[in-house]
């Protein structure tokens, strides 16, 4: 189904859903029933950043069912710092 949109001179603009390319020029008004012309409009086409559609998903995935935690992750390893870095000035 392709949203097609229809502009009627009294009341505005209303889309119709109809199959791809059966959208006729003239279309009755849902609201006044008098013939509405056919506009042409950009198409609604998204794109989401993957890393905001995987922290969406998780969003919408912890409203249900939250993950709990049980205890603290971890602690990291300190890595000794690069050769380099001891030789800078020091505040």
């Known amino acids: ?5 229809y502009r009627c001179a009294d009341c505005g603009r209303f889309e ?3 199959p791809i390319g059966s959208a006729p020029a003239d279309c ?3 609201e006044c029933h008098r013939a509405a ?3 042409f409009s950009s198409p609604h086409l ?7 559609s ?3 998903s998780r969003e919408e995935q912890s409203q249900e069912a939250p993950e709990v935690v049980t205890s603290l ?3 990291q390893r300190r890595r000794p710092p690069h050769p380099a870095v001891s030789r800078l000035p020091r505040p």
């Open 46 to 52: 998204t794109r989401v950043p993957s890393t905001l």
């Open 28 to 30: 009755d008004c849902p």
């Open 54 to 56: 995987a922290a969406l």
């Open 37 to 39: 012309r056919r506009v």
């Open 73 to 75: 992750p971890p602690r």
């Open 1 to 5: 189904m392709a949203t097609y949109e």
């Open 16 to 18: 119709v859903h109809l």
